[in-house]
């Protein structure tokens, strides 16, 4: 896509409302592609928003074939906080059961049939719920830097007034970023991370550290209809490729783990041009349109990406 002065990308963004088990959210949304194209719903990390897609809404090598659809979890970006429930009185605190419903609650709002669903971190990790309770509601999961478990996050000062936790969280992520990444994107990924309400990002990870945990329940998902993908960075150490490869081969039939060489744990904003690149051969496993299987590592030259730093 052009980004010469005056281009206008045509990326819409607009509100839907969503009932999740009574309490009506109004979600913020973005969208690019063909109103007939396959749905692809995107969901962001812990405590971010869905500006980390804009790089995917922006490739029309992808959006013209797919109705790319990136949103706000509630709490999060433009999606304020239920106007229905007295929610400033306690604090906000993810669990799977929500977390869940929510996403599927966004796909029927939003009418989507047989959509994929792909998300990154504690959006990779809850493919599992995903695959475990609403297997019909999908044609493919894709859970980036995905694992059955991942302890520790959850840390009480993440939300103290002494602590600048937007400064705390931006720095946090960069550990996690590859140091192949444009410096200029993983500075964006940052930066992103400095827009989160105090809270939010804790809130997240009460979820992804405390209450996700599938090492004892892996086989008791049925991935033979609806495909899971766990596709984990080189460069994570908190879900590494190791972790995706335990989901799947605890899982089974149906489940494939796929390593990404050179690139770490927010790969569609850290390197937009080499996610976007392997996202594109992840969905043509999915759509029966690539020959051959899918390699258990992707690397740059898979998809014709160069690494080699520019003079």
């Known amino acids: 896509m052009s980004t010469e002065p005056g281009t206008v990308e045509p990326i819409t963004g607009k509100y839907v409302h969503v009932d999740v088990d009574g309490t009506d959210y109004r979600i913020y949304f973005e969208e690019n592609g063909p109103d007939d194209g396959i749905p692809l719903l995107c969901q962001h990390t812990a405590g971010c928003n869905n500006q980390e897609w804009r790089h995917l809404l922006a490739d029309d090598d992808i959006t013209d074939e797919f109705r790319v659809i990136a949103y706000d979890l509630p709490f999060h970006g433009k999606s304020v906080p239920p106007t229905s429930d007295d929610w400033w009185e306690e604090d906000y605190e ?22 994929i669903y792909m998300g990154s971190s504690m959006g990779g990790n809850i493919t599992l719920e995903l695959a475990d309770w609403y297997p019909d509601r999908f044609r493919a ?31 946090s992520c960069w550990g996690l970023m590859a140091k192949q990444s444009p410096e200029q994107t993983r500075r964006e990924t ?8 105090t809270g939010v990002f804790k809130g997240d990870l009460y979820y992804y550290s405390v209450d ?19 596709v984990n960075g080189e460069y994570d150490y908190l879900t590494d490729p190791t972790d995706g490869r335990e989901v799947a081969d605890g899982i ?14 927010f790969p569609m904003s850290e390197h937009p041009a080499l996610f976007n690149g392997y ?12 020959e051959g299987e899918l390699p258990e590592t992707l690397t740059p030259e898979d998809v014709g990406v160069d690494l080699t730093p520019s003079s």
């Open 252 to 265: 089974g039939e149906g489940a494939t783990a796929v390593e990404m060489s050179d690139i770490g744990h």
């Open 279 to 290: 996202l594109s051969e992840i969905l043509a496993d999915i759509t029966g349109d690539r």
């Open 94 to 115: 993810l669990d799977a059961e929500q977390f869940a419903a929510t996403i599927v609650g966004i796909a029927d709002a939003l009418d989507l049939e047989d959509p």
């Open 141 to 171: 999961l894709i859970g980036l830097e995905c694992g059955a478990y991942s302890p520790g996050f959850h840390i009480d000062w993440l939300d103290h007034p002494h602590v600048n936790t937007t400064e705390v969280n931006a720095y």
């Open 212 to 230: 996700h945990d599938y090492r004892e329940k892996l086989d008791q998902i049925d991935a033979s209809e609806c495909p899971l993908y766990a």
């Open 190 to 197: 940052m930066y992103l991370y400095e827009q989160g309400a």
